[in-house]
């Protein structure tokens, strides 16, 4: 601490005072950052600092400006002054006085590190440079706008939800439906600035004015867990407030639509299906305007099978309205069959489709509607490609399953009396006709033998056909034989004759020349002809 | 042809690059083409650890390459502890398991759940599914270090709900559907479509938990309708004598896997003992049939010389290229008639002949006709990947359904390096040992204890109780 004389004493000797912020301090260069424009102002403000730190200390500063320093100090120090004597103190006023120095000071004096915080890159913002640091201001100063509009829209929509008047013009408050437009519109690009200045992401339900008021029921996600998948963060989001919709039992469009975002993000969630029945049955929605909508779903995801089931219960669900009326029906199974035409020409085999087509076959009694418009649809699949088996199944199943001629609950596999003898002729007749365009397909062999033993005929009756194919049976050199499954079907002929030598040497052939990938299978069925 | 399986035309089964693929798949998220699985997290972690158990020998000193060995795969006690809390945090209130926990709420919420009388009412995000149900009692099983420690494997696991859970699922005409949900203005609807393989889950379910409590015993609950299950599978023959989900569809590989399983399962012995196969031989009683249909699954494989056209390989192939095609060249199986080769159909296919009684006095089915040497060099050569795992396809990328089912084709054909198999549970024979000691756990306990376990059974017998002590007919009818 100075002895009070003499520190004041010094002033007197220091009688030219050189105002050392405009000799020290030359005129300050652009800044680049923010944080050099920040020093820049600090010196500005701070000049005896300044001089202090570029001097490298006190003593080092020349003896007027070392005094003034001393004596601003203790002119900004309401405990220092008061050791001093009064004329000392009047002193002190008039040097610093003289020096003009600035009136405001600020702390700190040297600028600390990261003083503007850090942005979502973890950058300090103090790097920015002074027009990127303008531009982020504006960023915030738009982001509090906004949010101020927004909290408005909020105060607003709850004043007309109560029916508040509003005092101005005495009318109940409405909210517009431009009004939630605007409002959507805005949180977009709060939910956009917030993710640039900040990097936090808002989802899309809860930028969404219209889900405000639902707590999504969120999932707890624990230690231990098994198969966790990285799913995006839209899924988790959607997921949340599909869980909290459905404990609400919240039958409504915007429900509706949340299912069918949640379907599209996983369409084997096996719950939101049912769900989304419930709410077209509560909302009593048209089902021909929900199966136009499966139709796009359904043709997104080929492979699905929920959505087939849902389409399932649309039709039995739809049926009762429209079983009275033979137009409609016709209609309905017409827009049906142009349906599963379209997607089975992008899939021809698609294992839902021909299941569904067969349940909407029987559903709706289409075995002879239009002019048996099933047998010729599924016809014409079979010229396209004789080796599509689905659609050799599916018309076995529209001849034979016909209740105008077959019996109810007979197996597939077991002959029934009331197939008209001419219906397994023309059976007979077409597989005939497809196994010479590509012997070696099995779809018409097994469907060949499936009419016979419908139509309760012996296998015999087609041996003069079959034999076509197998020639020279045995004989090394000319054995010709031009399909395996004709040589397998001849086998089963001979057994059914009670040939067992010449059954054996189908088998035998089979394994060793004309099959012998199923050698093993073959030597099994000649072992079981002994038995 | 050959008949041993490790022939010189195919290389061995390298298990440290497939271990290394599971490693990824157990200890790392799974990436985001898996979120349309989301629902059936539970399937994904039998896949994953099922695997894994197929690729251990039980003793690791018996393994030859020491990456194998020394697998850091092999779970700690820690972790089979957390994967068993994860697992069992799946169960649902009103019985059965959810499929992941995007599909389990909070316990809160399921505050006075009770199925007998439909309250609060059902239809809600967190319900219980059959395919869920059976891999998580079959993932609690197998996470159990030893047979001594499966006996308390199903501690937790409320068998008299699921049980009761299962029987509500069964429809009139003896299928099964996958979920029970309230649907409005339908009131209580089993969802899930007509598929055979709920009725395969059912089977399972039945013979998992079940066990041999009489009627009057504690713990008792009514059983499914086994003959209106029969029924329905052997009405469900193709007239071409594949398996459909009913006779009215295309048979299907898979679907005949399931049937053949399901009937298998319905009078399995409980613990061991000679098989009677009744059930199938009552459902599926010319059986030579379905073998045909099945071993016409199997065909030469030839790469597709256009990439463009890889649709229907069967397509392709002459009469002529079939039967010149070398001895040793690659056989695939498709799922239908004239489909194209896809690795699951290995294991669909040999497994259904794996659980069928044997064609040859003790004779192994798939040994008996399937050529070995050269379904395995399909699997090897042309569907396994360089990161380890099966593709679907030749030349695609590998998935874990697919990636499991390749092993456990190749299991079913007796591949050496790999645990013996059971194919009707499609899990290792050891973990069949596990699943029959938690049963037999938890069976005796319930007998122990003098009551069903679970509150709900609790409940209801201290009603009984209060009533008199007799249980009335109604009650059991319910």
Redesign the interface.
Known sequence: MPPKGKTVAKPKEAEKPTPPSTTTTSSPTQPTTVNDRTKQRIEAINPLSAAVTRAGGISHLAPAERTLYINARFAQSPTLRAKLGTKAQRDLWRHVNEASLPVRTLLPVIPKTNIWGSDKTGRDVGTYSPEEFAARSQRRNRLTCLLVASRAFEARRERARRGVKDPVTGEVVMVAENEVDQERERRREMDALRRELYGVKTGSYAQDPEWDGVVP?E??????????????EE?AEA?SY??AS??R?E?SPRTLRLTEHVIK???????V???R???L??LNLPIPGEINWLNGIALSNLKN?QI??HR??LVD?YYPTIASDPAALASFAASETDFLSEILERDT?N?HV??YR?FLV?KLGMWKMDNERERRSVEAMIEDDV????AW??R??VV??DPEQSTPDV???EPDPAVPGDIIEREIQYARNKIYLA?????PW??L??VL??GGRKLAEVEGFVGEFVKNLGDDEKEEV???HALDLLAEIYAEKGDREMAATCLKRLGE?????????WE??R??LEA | ?ADEPNDAHSRPLDKARHLKYWTR??RS????H?????????A??YF??SAIDLLHLSDPNSENDPKVRDSTLRLTPA?R???R???L?CQHAGGGFC?S??????SH?YGGWSFEDSKP?M?????A?IAATVFALI?LALLADDETEACSAYSGVDRWKTLRWLRRLQRPDGSFG??L?E????GL?I???K?MRYCYLAAMLRWMLRGDIQPGEPGWVEDIDVEGLVRYI??S?????GIA????????SGYAYCAISALSLLDRPLDGGQHPHAALKTALP?M??V??WL??R???YTDPEDPDNSE?E??Q???TT??I?E?GNP?AFNG????AADTCYCWWVCGALSVLPP??PDGDNVA????RP?ARRFILEKVQHIIGGFSKHPGGPPDLYHSYLGLAALATMGEPSLKEFDAALAVTSETAKKLVAARTGLISRTKKAGQPEGLGGKLLDMGVQVAGGKRPAWLEAL
């Not at chain 1, 231990?224 to 990285?230: H, Q, R, S, T, V």
């Not at chain 1, 012997?439 to 779809?443: K, L």
């Not at chain 2, 989900?245 to 299907?252: A, D, G, K, T």
């Open positions: 029921v999932l707890g996600e624990q230690e231990g867990e098994l198969a966790a998948i990285a799913y995006p899924y997921i599909l869980r459905m404990l039992k039958y993000l996983n369409p084997a969630h096996y719950t299906w049912l769900y029945f419930s709410i049955s509560a099978y087939w089931h399932h219960l669900h085999k294992y021909w299941s067969s029987r080796r599509n088996n689905s199944s599916h076995f199943f034979f399953n197996a597939a596999t012997p070696q397909n099995q779809s097994n469907y033998r499936g033993v419908k031009r399909s395996s020349k004309w099959d012998p990938i199923r050698y093993g299978y099994w069925r072992g079981m | 042809m798949c157990l998220p799974l990436p985001h898996y979120t349309p699985n989301d629902s059936n997290r539970i994904l972690a994953i650890l972790e502890h957390r994967f809390t994860w697992i945090s499929g926990p995007s599909m389990t709420l909070p919420s009412t239809g809600n995000p967190g319900q599914n993932l996958e979920i949900e649907v409005e203005g339908k609807v969802g899930g479509g598929d052997g009405r023959q193709t007239y071409d004598h989900e009913s006779s009215e569809h295309e048979p299907h010319d030579s049939s073998v045909q071993v016409s199997q065909f030469p229907d069967a397509l192939q002459t009469f079939l039967t095609s001895p056989v239908r008639c004239n489909k064609l040859q008996t006709i399937i050529p050269e």
